[in-house]
């Protein structure tokens, strides 16, 4: 209980951050003695401020800014998925990337 609170104290802060609502939840069903730590998927609903980005609309001198090395959540889950090992530890990127599109376009 006390990971989930931590855990869910930490969504509420970021989700005010960005001045988003967590709506929704997830359960998950794991085999036996996988299921040891907490699994937890939430969704949020916002309001996109910025220019609808699509496929289509990219044009010659357009930039794309990638905010950490590609993969990296990838193969951090993936790892201790199927118990890979590697000489320096993983961990994933994930976070948020608001403030990061905020400043970008100026807000």
Same mark, same amino acid.
């Given at each position: 209980m006390a990971s989930l609170e931590k855990i869910v104290t930490s969504m509420k802060e970021a989700a005010d951050f960005v001045g988003a609502k967590i709506v929704t939840g997830d359960t998950k069903?794991?085999?036996?003695?996988?299921?040891d730590g907490l699994y937890l998927n939430t969704s949020g609903l916002g309001v996109i401020e910025?220019?609808?980005?699509? %496929?289509?609309?990219?044009? %010659?001198?357009?930039?794309?800014?990638?905010?950490?090395?590609?993969?990296?959540?990838?193969?951090?889950?993936?790892?201790?998925?199927?118990?890979?090992s590697f000489e320096s530890k993983i961990e994933s990127d994930v976070g948020e990337l608001y403030s990061l599109g905020a400043r970008i376009a100026g807000k």
């Open positions: 069903v794991v085999e036996k003695a996988r299921g910025f220019e609808e980005i699509k %496929p289509e609309k990219i044009q %010659p001198g357009h930039r794309i800014l990638i905010s950490d090395d590609t993969g990296r959540h990838g193969t951090a889950i993936m790892s201790i998925r199927e118990g890979l």
